[in-house]
């Protein structure tokens, strides 16, 4: 051992091996993902006044009612302000028996169910999406959720569950069919009072901390606004606000990017 170390010595070698490269830098730190969430309200259209949620900056998803008074012009001023619109497609509720204009029903043939589809992509062409308004009922038909789905993959567009029933066979057939898509998991404002949301809204951020994202459906009543512009005055740092498009799960199932957002 002697006769090795002198060896060593005189040859001017290093006893020991370096465990570190001296002029390695400083390790990098791997910078942690933020929880997203995905804030859309529905029901927009009706009023002029529902513009006020335009002017909230940060990002808004708006499901506008295709066949509102204030549709269009809406949808044009969200686009200008670069907010995500969706159509907010109206469907038939378990409570609603009879036939409706301008509503997804049972009663439809394909050529009606689809031309009611195509009157709503032309109100609303700046729309990225669609989901159910109501729907109880025909979200859980798996005949007419196939046309659905044909009909938003020829467009390229998305689909949102808003899961009004349990039922619904929406998502799945989404899925399916190969449409990019999420579901809804918390209603912010069915109790509209500020205490009830503000509750709501911890849910919200509980679901995006254990999972890495959530998905919020509000509802334009004054109350909402003004929570809504709270929160654009408290800026959290805990989460990330996006648009719904930035939460779809994707059909291409080979990437694991595609899955982050998949159940």
Request: with cysteine; glycine share 4%.
């Amino acid at each position: 051992m002697l006769k090795l170390i002198a060896m060593l010595a005189a040859l001017h070698l290093p006893l020991v091996a370096a465990k570190e490269n001296s002029n390695a830098g400083p390790p990098v730190e791997v910078p942690q993902t933020k929880p997203r969430i995905a804030i859309v309200i529905d029901d927009l259209g009706h009023h002029a006044n529902n513009a006020a949620f335009i002017k909230l900056n940060y990002p808004l998803t708006l499901a506008i009612m295709p066949f509102s008074s204030k549709a269009e012009e809406l949808a044009e001023q969200a686009s200008d302000a670069g907010h995500e619109v969706m159509i907010h497609m109206p469907m038939q509720p378990e409570s609603m028996a009879e036939q409706a204009q301008e509503v997804l029903d049972l009663a439809d043939t394909k050529a009606q169910f689809l031309a009611t589809l195509s009157a709503a992509f032309s109100r609303l062409p700046q729309a990225q999406g669609l989901n159910n308004h109501q729907g109880s009922l025909m979200t859980a038909q798996s005949l007419q959720m196939e046309w659905l789905m044909a009909a938003l993959k020829q467009r390229q567009m998305y689909f949102l569950d808003s899961r009004t029933s349990a039922a619904t066979v929406a998502e799945a057939t989404a899925r399916k069919v190969g449409i990019p898509s999420n579901r809804r998991h918390v209603f912010l404002d069915n109790d509209p009072s500020l205490e009830a949301i503000a509750e709501r809204w911890k849910r919200v951020e509980l679901i995006a901390e254990n999972q890495g994202y959530a998905i919020v459906i509000g509802h334009p009543y004054p109350t909402t606004l003004q929570f809504l512009q709270e929160l654009a005055r408290k800026q959290s740092n805990a989460y990330e606000l996006v648009y719904f498009s930035k939460l779809l799960c994707l059909p291409d199932a080979s990437s694991k990017a595609s899955n982050s957002y998949c159940w």
